[in-house]
């Protein structure tokens, strides 16, 4: 079946749930509550699928509660990120005890691995629809079946390398937007399950990616952030001269006021043109989130990262001398199997050069499947917690002497929510929150903030 035969089919399964689930449910409109764990991948991916329930009538919900259709987007990256799924999953057995026509669905990373597969439909009889990663653009199908067959289904796929476009999209927020560019990952890091649940990197057409940011622009969004595993990867494949830089310059130059920002950046292959197209647009952040993930050129290897700390540090001080206001932002594992206090301290030592403004901090997790798992592990968990203490203890001093030299500047920020009552939190271009006092109706807009006092780690600014 082609693309286009494919969509049109899940069009007209769309169609009939119009029509079977107001009878099933007894209601016009049933009630969706979706909940995503993990990145923003995953909110991309639950954005369009909430599309899809939109299409098909029914209305999302915040309150589990009133919910005929609770689906939980899962990630897999973490033991702790699977662990909370089973939790909350386990504590669904009353409501669909007391609401027997609930349905619950379950999709995301964690249910493209086998075991957990498994898993979920042994623990939980009560679950009633699993699909994973590769078929999202078949959820109407899969919905439909699920809710006529009265059987438990499991749809797991397989990577097809496809990318499915024109899917309806519901997205959470108004002012600040996910655009993905690419989906996801051929690198392979010992440690990492992404490759594995999410299948092999693929981009989007560059034509596609600027249609859905002017579109996003021409609706008022004044955010908009690229995503991809490693946005430095785009393009490969897609048989049309592009790469990230061109697409980043590319969607920097539609007219408006907007920022737009990415995530994320591989450091093996983050060039100075990137850095570039950063320094010279004013619409791109003057953020780079480069994940370093340890400062030992050993564990590097270890990790199958592709670099090591000089050439890391060689992308990092060009890109300080190049970009105005940079915020260096990283994630770190603490713990990889076999990691000594010598690799440890060599981690240490990059934070204390690169001065981060701010840290992802992991502890490494095993995951089932990944090369590092069989790694043997000599350190205890009482030793990677106590070097994770200390990790933090670091950037912590860093982060406040980092925000103690922004009092008495003025930024630019963007108005993003209530803090509490009377208390807004905005985010400067590179992504700093500021409390600022305000009433709810900035929210959205951009505003000028003199940065006041940096308290806890906490920047206080008043707006001009
Ligand atoms: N594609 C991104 C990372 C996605 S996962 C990149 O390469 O930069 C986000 C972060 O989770 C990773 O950067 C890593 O620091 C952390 N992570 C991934 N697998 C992990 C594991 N098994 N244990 C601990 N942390 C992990
Ligand atoms: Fe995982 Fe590495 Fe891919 Fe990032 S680049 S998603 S850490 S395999
Ligand atoms: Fe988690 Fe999947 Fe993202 S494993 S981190 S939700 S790609």
Known sequence: MSEKELLEKQKEYTELLRDILPLRYSTEHPKAFVHTYGCQQNVADSERIKGMLEQAGCEMTEEKEKADIILFNTCAVREHAEDRVFGNVGALKALKRSKPSLLIALCGCMMEQEHIAEKIYKSFPYVGLVFGTHVIHRFPELLFNAVTSGRRLIERG???????????????????????????????????????????????????????????????????????????????????????????????????????????????????????????????????????????????????????????????????????????????????????????????ELIRRVEFTSLFTFIYSPRQGTPAARLPDPYTHEDKARRMGELLKLQESISAKRTAAMVGRRYRVLVEEQAREGVLNARTHSGVVVEVQGEPGLIGSFMTAEITEARNFILRGRLI
Request: aromatic share 10%; glycine share 8%.
């Open 158 to 348: 397989t990577d097809d390398g496809m990318v499915y476009e024109g899917l309806p999209i519901h997205r959470d927020g108004s002012f600040k937007g996910w655009l993905p560019v690419m989906y996801g990952c051929d690198n392979f890091c010992t440690y990492c399950i992404v490759p594995h649940v999410r299948g092999r990197e693929r981009s989007r057409q560059p034509e596609i990616v600027l249609e859905e940011a002017r579109s996003m622009v021409s609706s008022g969004y004044k955010e908009i952030t690229l995503l991809g595993q490693n946005v430095n990867s785009y393009g490969k494949g897609l048989g049309v001269k592009t790469s990230f830089p061109e697409l980043l310059k590319s969607v920097s130059a539609i007219e408006g006021d907007f920022w737009v920002s990415f995530m994320t950046s591989h450091p093996k292959d983050a060039s100075k043109e990137l850095i570039d197209v950063i320094a010279d647009s004013a619409k791109v952040s003057p953020h780079l989130h480069l994940p370093f993930q340890s400062g030992s050129d050993r564990i590097l290897k270890l990790m199958n990262r592709h670099y090591d700390v000089e050439r890391y540090m060689e992308i990092v001080d060009y890109a300080k001398k190049r970009i105005k206001d940079l915020a260096l932002t990283s994630d770190v594992i603490v713990g990889f199997p076999g990691e000594t206090e010598e690799d440890f301290q060599q981690t240490l």
